[in-house]
């Protein structure tokens, strides 16, 4: 299995450009989210989805956009980027979203914005 | 508000010494309780959980938490640390109740674990 599949692992921006970071998972897994992680700061739920259609916002939105058309695709977009958010994204997945089943993470997209 | 404090940022121990990283919370409710392992340049891989009963759990690699209720603490301990162990360690939790969602999944800020030959 594939698992939890991000893409690109690495990607430099310069300030006001936009990018979609990908994640991808075949887990048929219902509940999906994204983190960043900051040296110091552990990791910050930005935003998540419990289905497709569906989406909330996490601790950390600002600035951020998703939106879930299937089960398998939680695109994170970041619409005018800014140096705040260079950081280490994690898309994560699990089964259901209640907490009692286990949080898998892809390998994460490291940020630059300059 | 809800909080996670690992209160040691860096710990450095000589390979095949015990191990005991610490993970503090403050919750009224019971809550669901998790350590991650992060290796460099790799997503968090799932140690070990605790939803309810037995208070000491068993994980992957060898590792073994207790949850402490009169504490709020979940510390993750092994008895021989080995060089692979190298790595970063983050204590989450979700709080146990009506409503209960990763939503509310909260992470520690980590500790790095250094591990000399």
């Known amino acids: 299995n594939a698992g939890v599949t991000q893409t690109p692992k690495f990607q430099v921006l310069k300030t006001g450009q936009s990018m979609t970071l990908q994640c991808a998972q075949d887990m048929n897994h219902e509940y999906m989210s994204w983190y960043r992680q900051d040296p110091g700061m552990g990791l910050r739920l930005i935003h998540y989805?419990?289905?497709?259609?569906?989406?909330d916002q996490g601790e950390v939105p600002n600035g951020y956009n998703v939106s879930r058309s299937t089960t398998e695709d939680f695109p994170l977009r970041l619409l005018s980027a800014a140096p705040s958010q260079t950081s280490v994204y994690f898309c994560?997945?699990?089964?259901?979203?209640?907490?009692?089943?286990?949080?898998?993470f892809g390998n994460g997209t490291r940020l630059t914005v300059t | 508000a809800q909080s996670v404090t690992q209160p040691d940022i860096h710990i450095t121990v000589s390979e095949g010494a015990s191990l005991e990283l610490r993970c503090n919370y403050s919750?009224?409710?019971?809550?669901?309780l998790f350590w991650y392992v992060q290796s460099p340049g790799q997503g968090l891989q799932l140690l070990l959980k605790y939803f309810s009963g037995d208070t000491l759990v068993q994980g992957i690699k060898g590792f073994e938490a207790e949850f402490k209720r009169s504490q709020s603490s979940f510390n993750l301990r092994k008895p021989s640390v080995q060089w692979s162990d190298a790595a970063e360690y983050f204590c989450?939790?979700?709080?146990?109740?009506?409503?209960?969602?990763?939503?509310?999944?909260?992470f520690g800020q980590g500790t790095i674990l250094t591990v000399h030959p």
């Open positions: 989805s419990v289905g497709a259609g569906i989406t």
């Open positions: 989450a939790v979700v709080v146990n109740a009506g409503g209960t969602s990763y939503g509310k999944l909260t």
């Open positions: 994560a997945s699990s089964y259901s979203d209640r907490g009692n089943s286990p949080l898998h």
């Open positions: 919750y009224g409710a019971t809550p669901y």
